[in-house]
């Protein structure tokens, strides 16, 4: 959950720099979610640290948040649809949701959450300089994928079966286990 924090300072900050000044509306951030649930740990993270901030759901920021659990098609349209809002940023959970708002605006500011490898799915030129209207950090790296399914080959009895999930429409499940013998 720590990793949360941040982005929730950032967006946070950025309309409301100036406390002194209340914005004439609140200020709107769409959230795109291509497996999330609004109730998860995570984004309840997110209203906590908004909370501890000083805004209030619903008076200082309203969230529009479209989960498309799962389905790479509903992706893009809510992604579509977020843009045709007025919403002031997006934030975006993998790199499904990441590159259907890429695609769907090239206006709004983007910050990108539980993302691994940005430049490596084409998101951004590089992690130093990302260009355009995307930002956000990584938390993961396709190698430790890898390294994760490498260990488990590893341990235990030979004849005991391993399965690893994937989600194959998750740009960067499919980098990783397109390349297991990279650990």
Not at 139 to 144: A, F, K, M, T
Not at 150 to 175: D, I, K, T, V, Y
Request: hydrophobic residues 45%; aromatic residues 6%; positive net charge.
């Amino acid at each position: 959950m720590k990793f949360i924090i941040p982005v929730g300072r950032a967006a946070a900050a950025w309309p409301l720099a100036s406390r002194a000044q209340q914005p004439t509306r609140p200020f709107r951030i769409g959230v795109l979610a291509f497996g999330q649930d609004p109730a998860s740990p995570l984004f309840d993270a997110f209203r906590d640290e908004m909370c501890k901030l000083g805004h209030i759901e619903g008076q200082t920021y309203v969230l529009e948040f479209r989960s498309a659990r799962g389905d790479a098609d509903r992706t893009q349209s809510f992604a579509a649809e977020l843009a045709r809002l007025p919403v002031d940023v997006i934030l975006t959970d993998g790199g499904s949701a990441s590159l259907a708002a890429k695609q769907a605006t090239a206006d709004i500011p983007i910050v990108m959450v539980v993302i691994s490898d940005a430049a490596g799915i084409g998101l951004v030129a590089s992690l130093a300089r990302p260009g355009g209207n995307l930002t956000g950090f990584s938390i993961l790296s396709p190698e430790l994928g890898s390294k994760r399914l490498a260990l488990l080959q590893g341990g235990g009895s030979r004849r005991a079966r391993r399965r690893c999930a994937f989600e194959r429409s998750e740009p960067n499940h499919r980098r990783a286990a397109a390349r297991p013998d990279q650990a």
